[in-house]
Nanobody, 122 residues
């Protein structure tokens, strides 16, 4: 089992950047593929990006490709989401997720964090 804690959210203006972090508990972080999802008010949870166990494979939603970068530091049990050129449409609660399987874009991850709010003003 793994527990996930996100951080790094906040209020920024359009065009700004933010980096989200998600730290995992436990000693088997490399056994988990990781992902970021987001949920805007009144909408369902949406896939943002995923990264494989070693970090060698990544996948992005079309809406963030070229602006967001997912990465992981297995020595620090942490996955990151670097978000550039943010716009109001990126406003959402961002969730970190983990699963032993590689799930490129689906929502069927076993473990979830509590979320961190990102608000982008125009």
């Amino acid at each position: 089992q793994v527990q996930l804690v996100e951080s790094g959210g906040g209020l920024v203006q359009a065009g700004a950047s933010l980096r989200l972090s998600c730290r995992a508990s436990g000693r088997s972080f490399t056994n988990y593929a990781m992902a970021w999802f987001r949920q805007a008010p009144g909408k369902g949870r949406e896939f943002v990006a995923a990264i494989s166990w070693s970090g060698g494979t990544t996948n992005y939603a079309g809406s963030v490709k070229g602006r967001f970068t997912i990465s992981r530091d297995n020595a620090e049990n942490t996955v990151y989401l670097q978000m550039n050129s943010l716009g109001p449409e990126d406003t959402a609660v961002y969730y970190c997720a983990a699963d032993r399987s590689w799930i490129p874009s689906g929502i069927a991850y076993d473990y979830w964090g509590q979320g961190t709010q990102v608000t982008v003003s125009s």
